[in-house]
């Protein structure tokens, strides 16, 4: 199979995947993974798809073999989600650290690691990749006010103030924060 092959059956799986016909979306990623064992995204796709199922056991191991062809942000995020969802916080936390650092927008792992932060008393910890984000996308508000959220329970309240009204600089009418300033 060419590689012009591959790319159609990938195409062809995240589009199906994205309507959420996941039969069909798995045909395909198993048609790309067959053509071409050197790329990580059709098992990534596959991952994805058994996540959607609850099938997590079966997502792990296509993360680990994604993981095996190449180590990608998404791959360490994936595996820290099935982590965090079947309650291994400490583990999830490691890969989506190693997510972040392979690529600090992604933000299925920014996002988990604010849960865990939140659940696990982690939130020193969860904040600098936070910081890091926002150098880079400044205007994501609700990632800027997850930080604020962070250095309130670390009862840094000046810091919290000044991300909060970095927010309604950019957004005067941002009720939530407008409202988390006013508790402050």
């Given at each position: 199979?060419?590689?012009?092959?591959?790319?159609?059956?990938?195409?062809?799986?995240?589009?199906?995947?994205?309507?959420?016909?996941?039969?069909?979306?798995?045909?395909?990623?198993?048609?790309?993974?067959?053509?071409?064992?050197?790329?990580?995204?059709?098992?990534?796709?596959?991952?994805?798809?058994?996540?959607?199922?609850?099938?997590?056991?079966?997502?792990?191991?296509?993360?680990?073999?994604?993981?095996?062809?190449?180590?990608?942000?998404?791959?360490?995020?994936?595996?820290?989600?099935?982590?965090?969802?079947?309650?291994?916080?400490?583990?999830?936390?490691?890969?989506?650290?190693?997510?972040?650092?392979?690529?600090?927008?992604?933000?299925?792992?920014?996002?988990?690691?604010?849960?865990?932060?939140?659940?696990?008393?982690?939130?020193?910890?969860?904040?600098?990749?936070?910081?890091?984000?926002?150098?880079?996308?400044?205007?994501?508000?609700?990632?800027?006010?997850?930080?604020?959220?962070l250095?309130?329970?670390?009862?840094e309240?000046?810091?919290?103030?000044?991300?909060?009204?970095?927010?309604?600089?950019?957004?005067?009418?941002?009720?939530?924060?407008?409202?988390?300033?006013?508790?402050?």
């Amino acid at each position: 199979m060419s590689h012009l092959d591959y790319e159609i059956n990938k195409e062809l799986g995240e589009c199906y995947l994205f309507m959420g016909e996941l039969d069909k979306a798995e045909d395909y990623y198993k048609k790309a993974a067959g053509s071409n064992g050197v790329h990580p995204d059709p098992y990534i796709g596959l991952a994805t798809i058994a996540v959607q199922r609850g099938e997590y056991d079966d997502a792990m191991s296509l993360y680990e073999k994604a993981h095996s062809v190449e180590v990608t942000d998404k791959s360490h995020a994936g595996m820290g989600l099935i982590q965090m969802e079947t309650s291994r916080q400490e583990e999830a936390f490691t890969n989506f650290s190693e997510a972040l650092s392979l690529n600090p927008g992604n933000m299925v792992a920014l996002f988990g690691i604010i849960r865990i932060g939140h659940e696990c008393e982690k939130v020193a910890e969860a904040a600098p990749y936070l910081e890091r984000f926002l150098e880079i996308s400044p205007e994501k508000h609700e990632v800027r006010y997850s930080l604020a959220g962070l250095y309130i329970c670390m009862d840094e309240k000046e810091k919290a103030v000044e991300q909060l009204e970095m927010i309604l600089e950019m957004d005067p009418s941002n009720e939530s924060a407008k409202e988390l300033l006013d508790q402050i």
